[in-house]
């Protein structure tokens, strides 16, 4: 009889070979063109990340579309507008389509640019050459002006804040033909033109006249076009009342240097419009954007706002679902998850980092599933016992303040392995950047260890959330095991519907697929 022993099932031998090296050095998976193009969209800042730099990001996904039907960069930008709520991605993706995909061109345009900003940021990618071409072309250029042409009075108007390039360059640059006397003037207006002043839209009137004496009513204008002006407390009180919630929500230390706060009713005014479910749905906020306004509140901001804020932050990760069993969240705090969520860039650059987005996504996790244990690691796993009663914010805020050293990924599984843990789902939320684990086997120790687990728990799906753009990751896709990439609620919905069954490994690139463009 053969050696028992010897011949025995082994867990963990047959685990898939590796195939490339990550960012930091580390054995890893390299993730198919389409699975790493939704990566890049999901997750891009076009910035300067821990291990990558803005320039580096932009070649890998110009490279990447290249690999890919057309089809799917159009699907790809939709799917990042749309459901990840991203900027610079889909106008990237939508400035290619111009030059190599132009017949989906059309259609994707229609989808992804919804406003001023995003109309400039096609504009700029495409001007720049980055895609291949430094000029607009017939076909975009059409595209722009009938965008122009099609948006009312107010939208443009909000649409001419911002520069590089601004409103007004772009008028001179499509020369759109206006249909009416009124838009003639209001064009005019923009690009500095004579114009007739009688047929500009009222808010342009009042805001003319506003320009010409501060004892006017305030106009009902996005505010940045009244900051040059000798502004009074009364006057930001009335900005103050009229801002919409995205406005609001960027604007509160503005509000509190000139006063707003101090008159009364107001604290409670701006507050209650923080915390109203249905302007927050409207806004389409990301979690991470309500966790940097708490952040950045400065002491004249009143409590009341601030609670607001958590109750924003609250509502904004509803769609975090309920999950059946037991689960582990293995949360990545090495010192790369240090770096700002969106990146680095001169004097943009998020005090959000990536520890904070990824100790959100863990406590509001948490907080809906009783059955969690959260498990912080960097190169040892650290212990803590949320307290339940605690919000959100409090208890992502000290799991925050973990870890700061290398990056182990496959630690925190072989503790739950050591301890021969039982468990239905096991979440990772990193950048999968690991290097100082174990370089044994043909594997990664991720995956080494999530075979041994998965051989004990036949059933259970592991799940890799991944926060920043990088086409490595530490555990192979396959049907138990999901790479999804982003910080979006689109993120929690196909979680759910993964961790019950519904859905395979390859369901984020299906699921990108079956967009309609």
């Known amino acids: ?3 028992k022993q010897l011949f025995k099932s082994r867990p963990g031998r047959l685990v898939p070979e590796t195939n490339a090296r990550n960012e930091a050095g580390g054995k890893a998976y390299a993730l198919a063109p389409k699975a790493a193009l939704a990566q890049y969209v999901a997750t891009g800042c076009l910035n300067t990340t821990f291990y990558a730099d803005a320039a580096t990001q932009l070649d890998t996904v110009l490279e990447l579309c290249a690999k890919v039907e057309s089809a799917f960069v159009a699907q790809a930008a939709v799917y990042a507008r749309r459901r990840g709520q991203m900027k610079d991605m889909p106008a990237l993706l939508t400035a290619w389509l111009a030059q190599h995909g132009p017949d989906r061109l059309e259609p994707v345009f229609a989808k992804i640019i919804d406003n001023g900003r995003m109309l ?19 076909r975009p250029k059409r595209l722009v002006q009938n965008w122009l042409n099609g948006r009312s009075d107010g939208q443009l108007l909000n649409a001419s804040v911002g520069n590089d390039p601004s409103l007004a360059d772009v008028l001179k640059m499509v020369h759109p033909k206006p249909a009416t006397p009124e838009r003639a003037a209001f064009y005019a207006w923009l690009i500095g033109k004579p114009h007739d002043a009688a047929l500009l839209p009222e808010a342009i009137k009042a805001l003319e006249q506003f320009r010409d004496d501060v004892a006017a009513p305030v106009p009902d204008v996005p505010f940045q076009l009244l900051t040059a002006l000798p502004l ?10 009229q801002a919409p919630w995205q406005m609001t929500r960027m604007n509160l230390n503005t509000f509190a240097r000139h006063e707003v706060f101090k008159v009364g009713g107001m604290a409670q005014r701006i ?24 952040f950045m509140t400065s002491e004249g901001v009143p409590e009341v706002v601030r609670d607001a804020l958590q109750d924003a932050l609250e509502v904004a990760l509803e769609n975090v679902p309920e999950l059946a069993g037991q689960l582990y969240v293995l949360l990545d705090v090495s010192g790369s998850m240090g770096s700002p969520v969106t990146g680095h860039r001169k004097g943009a650059t998020s005090k959000v980092r990536c520890v904070d987005v990824a100790a959100l996504v863990a406590a509001a996790i948490s907080a809906k599933n009783p059955a969690t244990e959260i498990l912080p690691f960097d190169t040892q796993v650290h212990t803590h016992r949320l307290n339940r009663r605690d919000s959100v914010l409090t208890n992502a805020q000290t799991l925050a303040q973990f870890g700061g050293g290398g990056t182990d990924c ?28 174990p370089q044994r086997g043909r594997g990664t120790e991720t995956m080494r260890q999530w075979e041994i687990f998965h051989q004990r728990n036949p059933r259970a799906r592991l799940v890799c959330i991944d926060l920043q753009p990088y086409d490595t990751v530490q555990a192979q896709t396959r049907e138990d095991v999901l790479n999804v990439g982003g910080f979006s609620d689109a993120v929690f919905e196909v979680l759910a519907r993964f961790a019950a069954g519904q859905l395979g490994g390859e369901h984020w690139v299906r699921e990108i697929e079956a967009v309609e463009v």
């Open 232 to 241: 009074r407390p009364q006057h930001w009180v009335a900005i103050a009342c």
């Open 410 to 437: 496959g630690l925190p599984l072989a503790m739950l392995n050591q301890r021969k843990a039982t468990g239905d789902l096991v979440i990772y939320v990193s950048d999968n950047e690991s290097w100082a684990d």
């Open 1 to 3: 009889m053969a050696n």
């Open 271 to 294: 507050a209650e419009r923080l915390r109203d479910p249905a302007a927050i749905r409207r806004a389409r906020v990301f979690p991470y954007q309500l966790l940097s306004a708490y």
């Open 120 to 138: 400039r940021n096609f504009v700029q990618i495409l001007r720049s050459g980055a895609v291949g071409r430094k000029s607009l072309g017939s």
